[in-house]
């Protein structure tokens, strides 16, 4: 049984940073993509960023490109998110996700391992 686990939200200004984590155990962590997704109060959840088992290819939403970057260290098993330049639209429940293949996809429903989620709240 595959076990995500998210770290590092928290309430933040808006400009400021915040570096999330998600361990994962119960199989081989490097031979797999995994992705961020949010969803914010009353919306639904959507595609932040994902990473390839390979960490040679990441893909991010346009809200958070070029603020956002999504990274893994494979032999620690977690995968990160480092957000800087956070805006108050950036608030939400953010998940990390896995997925049983090498490679990444931006559909929720490509992704059968979900964390329960860590809140990030942006103040302005």
């Known amino acids: 049984q595959v076990q995500l686990v998210e770290s590092g939200g928290g309430l933040v200004q808006a400009g400021g940073s915040l570096r999330l984590s998600c361990g994962a155990s119960g199989r081989t962590f490097g031979g797999y993509a995994m992705a961020w997704f949010r969803q914010a109060p009353g919306k639904e959840r959507e595609f932040v960023a994902a990473i390839n088992w390979s960490r040679a290819s990441t893909y991010y939403a346009d809200s958070v490109k070029d603020r956002f970057t999504v990274s893994r260290d494979n032999a620690k098993n977690t995968l990160y998110l480092q957000m800087n330049s956070l805006k108050p639209e950036d608030t939400a429940v953010y998940y990390c996700?896995?997925?049983?293949?090498?490679?990444?996809?931006?559909?929720?429903?490509?992704?059968?391992?979900w964390g329960q989620g860590t809140q990030v709240t942006v103040s302005s």
């Open positions: 996700a896995t997925r049983s293949y090498a490679y990444y996809s931006t559909q929720e429903s490509h992704y059968n391992y």
